[in-house]
């Protein structure tokens, strides 16, 4: 049984701050290091319920956050920036699930912990079919185009509210829960630790009856940018239509194509809003 892992920083108990999950910043070290062992619980919790091999991409920022030489069960790491398929890179018809792990949720929907949607800088909402969505729900296109379910989830609570929608009966282990964007109650990080591992375990145990994410297709994203600008050039990528001075949207049938437009409007769009 083969487990893809898209690991983010944002959602591991404790975290509550940009300068704690940066490179840059003053703490990153020690968050990274609960990070670490946070991806580490849900390897160890899957392969006590029969999982044996297991790939890690690192989805965080400069995504070189982990550790690989301390990655569980000899864990293959994808790692780096330059990856087509972005939080995704890796996954393929060969795995039998995926876990998200240390996500966090939309800016546009209730208080979650450092909230945002691939670029703050950029992107104010995105709906997926009309209802509003985080990465975790624009990730979920992948999966679906692979036909793989999407059966562990773990960061905050609202980040486990957000994804019910487009997976359904998927696990959550909430290791903190959101009081502001930049405030939480956590966990400590052993029974946060205990929370992922058990649920973990759990979502491979259920495996039988996981469903694929629930998206229909075709499918919609639709973008609400910060100013008009970064909406004007997000059309100049093909299939990206103009709704009004600040959204787009864009459609397709092919929920990978989808995603790889959505990540192609990100990256041209990040210079001009940095």
């Known amino acids: 049984m083969r487990v893809f892992i898209s690991s983010d920083m944002e959602g591991t108990a404790g975290v509550v701050d940009w300068d704690q999950c940066r490179p840059s910043g003053s703490e990153y070290g020690h968050y990274r290091e609960l990070l670490q ?10 392969a006590a ?19 690989p030489d301390r990655l569980a069960r000899r864990a293959r790491y994808l790692s780096g920036r330059h990856k087509p398929l972005y939080m995704m890179q890796g996954l393929d018809a060969s795995f039998d699930a995926v876990f ?24 104010a909402e995105v709906r997926l079919n009309g209802v509003p969505t985080g990465e975790a729900g624009i990730n979920a296109l992948v999966a679906l185009g692979h036909r793989v379910p999407v059966v562990l989830i773990t960061g905050d609570d609202v980040t486990a509210a957000q994804i019910e929608p487009f997976c359904p009966g998927i ?7 959101s009081v502001s964007r930049f405030a939480a109650d956590s966990l400590h990080p052993e029974e946060a630790r205990e929370v992922i591992a058990q649920n973990a375990s759990a979502a491979v145990r259920g495996l039988a009856d996981a469903r694929l994410p629930a998206i229909g297709l075709p499918a919609t ?12 050039m997000a059309t100049w990528i093909n299939g990206v239509v103009r709704e009004d001075e600040l959204t787009v949207h864009v459609r397709a049938d092919d929920p990978v194509r989808l995603y790889r437009t959505f990540v192609t409007v990100v990256l041209l769009t990040r210079g001009i809003a940095e």
């Open 171 to 177: 696990r959550a282990a909430v290791v903190k829960n």
């Open 49 to 67: 319920a029969g999982a044996r091999e297991f790939l890690v991409n690192d989805s965080h920022s400069a995504m070189s956050n982990l550790r």
């Open 37 to 46: 062992q946070e991806v580490n619980a849900a390897i160890e919790g899957a």
């Open 221 to 232: 994203l639709t973008v609400r940018f910060r100013n008009a600008d970064l909406a004007e």
């Open 100 to 123: 998200f792990v240390s996500y966090h949720g939309s800016m546009s929907g209730a208080p979650a912990t450092l909230s945002h949607t691939y670029n703050p800088r950029a992107i």
